[in-house]
């Protein structure tokens, strides 16, 4: 190893969204004056088969636009024009509209919807020439040895390295073995997604229905174009429901799950069939009592998991790129230690009071509007009726939604570069 190679050697374990993300922005910042390396063994995998779908806000689509990867992507990504916000119960004839969102903010779509795999695929081949190392190894502990933590992986070799990132998950092992807190409480809900082909144009729309075991979003994603030239609509849901009673539906005849789903996607888009199959995930809060230990950052959903309520979980963690990834890079420069106590702690205190509050609002929109109960139904409706009235609040909403409200949002989700 050259000298000083460890000082400026930093480690990414976990190689989803927001670690390749982190990975490819340190590079396209610093250059040869980091060595990123990337370990996870999914590398080893073709992204392409995961067809889970993301809402990735105007600011993350700037950050993307920034490290020079939004033209490959947005040929597959379909902007939301309009947002729809209903609430009733699954039994009601109609579902009255109470809150409607135009999509464009600052001229610009409030958010895109794109597949997981498609947005890995141009991350991936962005690090591979961009000079970022990709191991596809697991990261199985790690060491910390004064000015530097030697990181154990799971083909045996030993890797120094000035900062390891724990980006690893909601159940991060790395987290667990620094002695890190995680104030965790399940939802006793499960999220349902899958992808779903309908008969009519969804128009960019997305809709938010608000029922008492949870909401269920309908986010479209863009055409599909067959084998026979035909073009196929699609839409992505996500469908929370009790988590007792998500066994027995996804068990249940695929023309019972179909009918079950119809209830609540409703008949606008016409006729709609399941393109993928349903996967259910369990619905959580956690948030880590530190983001950082030593020479230690947690990213991502391990440093934080919230509701799904409000689509801002990947978001939350692309903003977490974006201030480690600015301040890493603006310390580095200064030839300062990526790992240290100093510079970690302003990772710390730049990202606590956003996922705290994130965290607070998304909890609390989920018991708000999770329940039948009559009282609260007419509060909550009798609230986003007042709200569709006044422009100026839906602007803050739809700006707050897009990750634009901040004049001090760190410099990749304004678009500019590092």
């Known amino acids: 190893m050259a000298a000083g190679t460890e000082r400026s050697r930093i480690v990414i374990a976990g190689g989803g969204l927001a670690g390749l993300s982190l990975a490819l922005a340190l590079k396209r910042a610093l250059a040869d004056g980091v060595d990123v390396v990337m370990c996870d063994p999914a590398l080893a995998r073709d992204p392409h088969g995961d067809r889970r779908s993301f809402a990735i806000a105007a600011a993350a689509r700037r950050m993307f636009e920034a490290l020079g990867l939004w033209e490959a992507v947005s040929a597959k990504a379909q902007p939301i024009l309009d947002m729809v916000i209903t ?13 409607t969102f135009e999509g464009a903010v600052d001229g610009e779509p409030f958010a895109h919807m794109v597949t997981s795999g498609d947005l890995t695929a141009v991350l991936l081949d962005a690090c ?3 000079g970022v190392s990709l191991r596809p190894e697991g990261v199985t502990g790690f060491t910390v040895r004064g000015g530097h933590t030697d990181i154990a992986l799971t083909g045996g070799e030993t890797l120094p390295a000035a900062l390891l990132v724990a980006a690893d998950g909601a159940r991060s092992r790395l987290r667990e073995q620094a002695g890190i807190g995680w104030i965790f409480w399940p939802y006793r809900q499960s999220g349902i997604v899958a992808t779903i082909s309908h008969e009519r144009d969804h128009e ?4 938010e229905h608000f029922l008492p075991a949870g909401p269920f979003a309908i986010l479209p994603l ?5 084998a026979d ?38 008949l606008q888009l016409g006729a709609i069939a399941f393109e993928t199959k349903p996967q259910a995930y369990p619905l959580a809060f956690g948030v880590a009592r530190s983001f950082v230990g030593e020479r230690l950052a947690l990213l991502g ?3 934080h998991l919230i509701h799904p309520i409000a689509g801002q979980g990947l978001n939350l963690g692309l903003h977490d790129v974006a201030v480690l990834a600015e301040i890493i890079a ?54 986003l009726g007042l709200v569709d009235r006044m422009p100026g609040l839906k602007r803050f909403f739809i700006r707050e939604a897009a990750g634009l409200r901040r004049d001090d949002a760190p410099r990749l989700l304004k678009g500019e570069a590092l």
């Open 87 to 99: 609430d009733s119960s699954l039994q009601d004839p109609v579902r009255p509209t109470f809150l």
């Open 222 to 226: 863009a055409d599909e174009v067959r």
């Open 301 to 303: 959903d391990a440093a």
């Open 330 to 383: 603006d310390s580095m420069r200064l030839g300062m230690d990526p790992g240290g106590a100093d510079v970690l702690m302003q990772y710390e205190r730049a990202r606590r009071a956003d996922i705290t509050a994130m965290g607070i609002v998304t909890d609390g929109l989920n018991r708000l509007f999770s329940n039948d109960m009559l009282p609260v139904r007419l509060v909550r409706d009798l609230g």
């Open 204 to 207: 960019g729309r997305a809709v």
């Open 229 to 266: 030239g035909s073009v196929q609509h699609r839409s992505s849901i996500v469908w929370s429901e009790r988590s007792e009673n998500v066994p027995a539906l996804l068990e249940s005849h695929p023309e019972d799950l179909l009918a079950e789903l119809e209830k609540r996607f409703g």
């Open 128 to 130: 591979r020439s961009g």
